[in-house]
C-alpha cells in the first residue's frame, strides 16, 4: 500500500502492508525508535505521537489513516540543545527514570496542555491517566507538567 | 534532616546526563537495535498449565514461504544445552538440600505453566512467524493442574522427583523458645495473611538480538537484563550456549526491571542457539500479553503469625509459618527470595527476644516467582507490621506508642537479631518521630471526624520497615547456598587528558547511575561531572559484575569506585611527588590538585593524567598509565528502615478506597543525589500502594491467568495515586565507604503494610486481602 505522509515536517512516501500500524511506520519504516510499544491492548500510551496537533495512542491508528496527515514524534519537537519547554521540565523536575514511558509521557502533556487552561494536580493526572508509568509514581511528572504550562503558554509554537 | 548542598558533588540533587537521549527519543533499547540480516521469532507456549506434549508437527508451519526455521525444545535438548539453573541452593530443616526439578528452557516432554515456551519459530518478518506459529500442530494430553499453593502439598506431585510439590521446608529461629514464650506471654495477636501475587511490569517489555558471528565463533545477546555478567556465566556455565570468552551479553538502555529481569530466562536463551543454528541474528521482543504470562511474577504467600506480648506491652516472641508459592520452577533466585531474604527481617525494627520463622517453599503450575522490588522484604514487613497494629488494636493501645515501646535503641547497636543478622546502626525513633510530625499524628482525630461528615470513614496505618541491602558479603551469601559471590566491581580510566572513564558491574535501568556514580567519582577527583562517563551493561566493556538488585548498585558498587579512586590517587601522588621533587609522604591530594604539604608547588589531576600517558618525567619504579580497578566485597549487609504512614478515605456508599495522604522518612545513610532518592520513593510507594489496593496476579482453577493484560491487571495510574511527602534521617552505614544504605526498594516494603493498616483501621476489621477493592471494602463494610 502507498502511504504518504508528513512526518516531523518531512514529506514522506512509503509502500506497506496494508494491515501496518501507525507505529510500525515509525518505528520499523522510519528507524524512528523514541515512540515505544509498552503494551498490546491500547493502555499504555507509550506510543503516544501528535497526529494532526492531537495525541493518540499510534498502536491504534492504522497507517492508512494517517494517508495526508501530519505526524510528529518525540523526535521532532525540540533538539538536545533545544528542548521543548516540557522536555525541559521533564528533565528539571526528574519526571523520568528508566525512560520508556517519556516519549509517549511526554506528547500526551504537550497535548494535554494545549487543550486545557488553568490545570491543577488533579486534572493533570486525570488528563494523563491513559499514560503508564511504572517508575515515578507521578508525582515529578504532574510537578513537570505544571511547570512546563506557563512556559508554554508564553514562548514559542514548538508544534 | 539532609541539607541541601549546591553544585554537583555529593549531597547535590544534579539534574541527570542520562535524560537527555530518554527525553529526546534517543534511548537505545533492546528493541531499538536492529542488525542487517535480522530475523523474527515467535515462541510456541503452552495452553495449558499442565499437560505431556504429545507430539508437535511442525510441518505445515515449516512450510510457509519465508520462515527459516521451526525449533522446539526436543532439538534444544539435543544439541547438549543445559537446564536454566536456581543459584540459590536452600538448605532444608532437616539439613538437606532443597528438591530443585530440572527446568529445559524450552520445554520438551512436559509443560508446567500456561505460557511456558516449548518452541519457537523464526521468519524473515514478523507477521510471518505469527502466522506460521498458528500452524504449528502441538498434541498435548492435559494433566490436572495444582495451582493454590495453600493445597500444594495435598495435589498430585507435579515434577516426578519431587515429593508432596515440596521444594524445601526453611526453618530459622529457635522453635522452643520462641513456643515457650508464647505459651507464657500476657497477650497473644495471632493474624492469618496473605501475601497477594503480583506481576512486576516493567514498562519496557523483555527483548532479546541473538547474533553468532560463524567466523569468529562469538556470540553476542541484546538483552533486557539487570545483570549480564551473571547472565552470561549462567548460559556459559550452565546452559553450556557458549563458552565465555565467546559470549559477550549487552544489556543496553533497559526501561525497569524492579526484579523482574534479573533471572536468566527461556526467550534471550532460545534467540541466541536459533541465530546460531538458522546463520541469521534473530530478534523477540514480548507482546505484553506475554509478559504477564512468562515473566517471573513476585510475592504469594499464605501465612499465619502470632505475637506474644508481656503485661507491658513488650514483645516476647514472634513465630509464622508461612506457604511460599515458588510457581512450576525455581527461578534464579527464587529459592532465596521466601527465606534468606524473608525469615531474616522478622525482627523488624524491634527488640523481640525469640522468632521462629517456617517456610514451605512449594511448586504449582503458575510462572515461576522470583524477585519483585523489595523481594521478601515487602512481605516480611507485611507481616511484622500488621501484626503489631492487629496487637496494639486488641490492646487499645496507640500504634505508634507500643512501636515505641519496643524499638532497638541508638544505644543497642550493633544489634544482633535472632534470626540471623547484625544491624550495624540505626536510628528508628527519629524516622518514627519525624513521620508523626509530617503527617500531623495529633491532628487524626479531628480529620477522620471531617471526612466522617463527608460520608467517609478515615483511617490511619503505620509502617515501621527495616531491609537488609547491599547484597552481599560473598563468604555469608555463598555459605548460605548463593551459587555466586556478591561483591562489585568497579574500574576508572583517567584519560590522558585528564577526563574520566568510569566502568561499573552495577546496571541502570531507570536508577540513575550514570548521574550519581558520576557524583561521587567527581567529587573525589574534583573534576565536574560533565567529565566523567559512566560505562555499564556490556561484558564486552566492563571486566565483570553481579549487577543491580536488593538497593546495591551505590552501597556494593558504588563503593567499589570509592576503592578504584583511591587507588588512582595514590598512584598520582606518586607520580605527583616525583614531578614535585617531594617526598611521596608530603604530597596530598585535595580538590582536584596533588599538593607538597607546607608549599606553593602542586600539580593538577589532568597534569598528572598526562604525564601518566606521556612519562617523560616520570618514576623508574612505576609502570606508566593511570587506570585502577577494584573488586568490592562488603563486610555486612545495610540496613536502610524508616516509618512510612497512609492516611485513606472509605466511601461508605461504594466501597472506594482513597489514598489522601502518605508519607515517608527514611533513613538511608548518606545520600548521594536527592532528588534522585526522592524519585525511587516515589516510585517504590507507587508499587506498594498498588499491591494493597490495585493489583492481583489471578489465576484460575485451571491454572489459566485471569490478569493477562492491562485492562485485568491494573497497575496504579496518576489519578490512582496521591502526592507522596518524603524526607530522609541520615545515620550513616558504619562499613562502607560512602556511608550508604539502598534506597531503591523501600518505598514496595513500607507502603503495602501502611496502606492496608489504614484500610482495616478505617473500616475496623483485622485483616481485608490485598488487594482491598472496592468490591472487598464494600462487602466489609456490611458485615
Redesign the interface.
Known sequence: MKLSLTVNGTRRELDVPANALLVDVIREHLGLTGTHVGCDTSQCGACTVHLDGRAVKSCTVLAGQAEGAEVVTIEGIGRADELHPMQAAFREHHALQCGFCTPGMIMAAIDLVGRCDDLDRRTVREGLEGNLCRCTGYHNIVDAVLAAAPVMAGGADHG | MAEAVAGSGIGASV??K????????????T??ISVPGQAYAVFLRSPHARARIVSIDTAEAAAVPGVLAVLTGREMAADGLGDLPCGWLVKQSDGSDMVSAPHPPLAHDVVNYVGEPYGLVVAEDL?TAWRAAELVVTEFEERPAVVDPALAMESEAIHDDVARNLAYQWVLGDQAATEAALASAAHVTRLDLVNNRLIP?????RAALGIHDAGTGEHVLYTTSQNPHLERLVLSAFVRLAPEHKLRVVAP????G?GSKIPVYAEETAVLWAARRVGRPVKW?A???ESFLADAHGRDHVTHAELGLDEDGRFVALKVHTTANLGAYLSLFGSSVPTYLYGTLMAGQYKTPNIFVQVHGVYTNTAPVDAYRGAGRPEATYVVERIVETAARELGRDPAELRRLNLIRPEDFPYETPVALVYDTGNYEASLDAALALIDYGGFPERKAAAARRGKRRGIGFACYIEACGLAPSKLAIQLGAGVGLYESGEIRVNPTGNVTVFTGSHS????HETTFAQVVAERFGIGIDDVEVVHGDTGRVEFGLGTYGSRSLAVGGSALVRAADKVVEKGRRIAAHMLEADVTDVEFADGRFIVRDSNQSLSFGEVAFAAYVPANYPDDLEPGLSEKAFYDPENFTFPAGTHIAEVEVDEETGAVELVDFVAVDDFGQVINP??V??QV??????GVGQALLERGLYDEFGQLQTG???DYC?????D?P??RVDTTVTPCTHNPLGVKGCGEA?AIGAPAAVMNAVTDALGVADLPMPATAEKVWRALRG
Open positions: 539534574r541527570r542520562e535524560d537527555l537521549r530518554f527525553i529526546t527519543g534517543r534511548g537505545r533499547y528493541d531499538d507477521a511490569n516493567a514498562m519496557e517489555p538502555d533497559v526501561g525497569g524492579f521482543k507482546e505484553r500479553s535501568h531507570g536508577q540513575g532528588m534522585i526522592h524519585g516515589h516510585g517504590g510507594v507507587a508499587q493484560s492491562y485492562m497497575i496504579p495510574r496518576a489519578d495515586l502526592d507522596f518505598g
